[in-house]
């Protein structure tokens, strides 16, 4: 009996003995991840109205877990039969993604991530050879609304993936859904666009983004026993 309880300890103690070695050899990386929007360059070919700029910034500061930050600008023009519209602004999403592509491939570079965003937005818009109602003059055509800023914030829900392309270059995408909590109003004119959210009289918006990412590694060291030098 205490031949076994001995042999049990013995064999408790070797298995931490060698998760611990395995662990105190293991690299200790902390990275920060810049990104470039490349679909934003795309959009003016889709849709005229629009262009603009999207950078990002990822850091790990837990194991598997980034901490981001997104800016970017977006300006919007059109002419219709009706109005000139132009609007222009910029906009900021802060947020974590977890990555869980350990639990799929655990030798794999590649990042698989879900993850959650907060937006906020400040924009401006004007419209001129507009025609307004007003409650005593009747239609009044070829009026100028003036220039007016508003705000407007958001959550995201988002999934992505990384690949990783050559040496710290990674390219990826993101899926986002969008609910909007809140838009300032104005009293003359509804907004058509929203930088860095979607269409203004939307509850809620899918968003896309097809990044290429540099991986610049902070440090990296070897985690050592306690009074190891």
Do not use: C
Not at 60 to 86: C, P, W
Not at 128 to 155: P, Y
């Amino acid at each position: 009996m205490e031949k076994a309880k001995m042999l049990k300890y013995i064999f408790s103690i070797a298995t931490l003995l060698v998760a611990f070695t395995t662990f105190a050899q293991k690299p200790d990386r902390h990275q920060l991840l810049l990104g470039v929007d490349l679909s934003r360059f795309v959009v003016p070919i889709l849709d005229s109205t629009r262009f603009g700029w999207e950078v990002s910034a990822d850091y790990e500061l837990l194991n598997d877990m980034y901490v981001n930050v997104e800016i970017g600008s977006q300006n919007t023009r059109f002419k219709t039969a009706g109005y000139h519209y132009n609007a222009a602004g910029a906009y900021t999403r802060l947020g974590v993604d977890y990555n869980f592509m350990k639990h799929v491939d655990e030798e794999s570079t590649d990042k698989l991530l879900v993850g959650f965003r907060y937006g906020f937005s400040t924009f401006y818009h004007e419209a001129d050879q507009i025609t307004l109602s007003d409650e005593i003059w009747g239609e009044l055509s070829n009026q100028e609304v003036e220039r007016n800023w508003l705000t407007a914030n958001w959550v995201e829900a988002t999934t992505g993936m990384r690949a990783r392309l050559i040496n710290n270059f990674y390219m990826g995408w993101t899926i986002r859904f969008r609910v909007r909590l809140w838009l300032q109003k104005d009293k003359i004119m509804e907004p058509y666009h929203i930088p860095g959210y979607g269409r203004a009289w939307n509850n809620s918006w899918v968003g896309v983004n097809y990044s290429l990412y540099y991986q610049i590694p902070l440090f990296k060291k070897k985690s050592q026993i306690p009074g190891e030098k």
